[in-house]
């Protein structure tokens, strides 16, 4: 999304030193004495969502009912895997995990959490299997108001019907800074993808690229990047960013329909993807829970 920190700037010197509610990263949040659930005979299937949750000190009103809203919304689905970006508001967490808790035993971020001045990077995976953190980073590379925040990926690996995968959950450089997306996307296949690729091993890639799906110079530059794969969406949602339908996406003047999200894959072949929009009756009428929709991918290894 667009100036995520623009109110940053009035409040950064008021601000330094203020401390963070902190969650350790990368440590899972485990609930004792619950199995985890059956993967026998299933697809794995995993949610990326942008939701909106930005820091404290950014003033938009209606953080804490929207959180509520997405966890009795995220009730009603059966994802196995959910890996949030803009998590970056403690106490939205916190609705989220007292709601969703029992459901997804685990937790994993947010990714780059720190009690200094800088936010976390808002990457924040739930899951019902257990997953072992492989690696994490800080984007060496960013610009402007996203240098306020401490954004880079986090690599995990788990396994599903007897087989090893590895999920990688990150969002990168918002607005027009093209160049500085291209390295982050470059320090994410260095650092995390190159290094850690085995045989056999399905990547999944999840998160808000920030690249537009039909700007084909750069859409085609990320799946290079990344050496993965995207598809086809079923459904009749195309698109994860709507300025046409989503009151969020317009009060930024966004007037039209891209994608901004995705789920690659590297290394296995079927896949099914489609997009789920999340909405709920708020006060003042307002009904979508983020500017951006989720991206759903199900997977047989």
Not at 4 to 30: K, R
Not at 231 to 252: F, L
Request: hydrophobic share 40%.
């Amino acid at each position: 999304m667009k100036n995520i920190f623009a109110s940053f700037l009035v409040l950064i010197l008021l601000l330094t030193g203020l401390p963070q509610t902190t969650f350790a990263v990368p440590a899972p949040v485990d609930k004792p004495n619950t199995d985890e659930v059956s993967t026998e005979g299933r697809n794995l299937k995993i949610l990326s969502w942008n939701i909106y949750m930005l820091p404290r000190m950014v003033v938009r009103k209606g953080k804490r009912e929207r959180a509520h809203a997405i966890v009795e919304e995220l009730k009603k689905t059966d994802f196995d895997i959910i890996v949030f970006e803009e998590a970056f508001l403690p106490a939205a967490r916190k609705i989220i995990t007292d709601g969703l808790g029992g459901i997804y035993q685990f937790q994993y971020g947010p990714v780059n959490n720190s009690a200094n001045i800088k936010t976390s990077g808002g990457v924040w995976i739930l899951s019902k299997i257990k997953m072992n953190v492989v690696q994490t980073i800080k984007f060496k590379e960013c610009a402007t108001w996203d240098c306020l925040a401490r954004k880079g990926a986090m690599l995990l690996e788990g396994t599903w019907n007897g087989k090893t995968f590895q999920l990688l959950g990150t969002h990168l450089q918002a607005d027009e800074f093209q160049e500085v997306r291209y390295k982050q996307m470059d320090e994410i296949y260095t650092e995390l993808l190159a290094p850690y690729r085995t045989n056999g091993v399905p990547q999944i890639v999840c998160g808000d690229m920030n690249t537009e799906s039909e700007i084909k110079e750069r859409y085609c530059k990320m799946l290079d990047c990344f050496g993965a794969e995207n598809g086809e969406i079923s459904g009749v949602e195309k698109c994860t960013y709507d300025g046409v339908n989503n009151e969020i996406a317009q009060s930024y003047g966004v007037k039209d329909k891209t994608t901004y999200d995705y789920i690659l894959v590297r290394n296995n072949g079927v896949v099914i993807r489609s997009i789920k929009r999340f909405v709920s009756i708020l006060k003042k009428g307002k009904k979508h829970l983020s500017d951006h929709y989720g991206i759903v991918c199900e997977l047989n290894f």
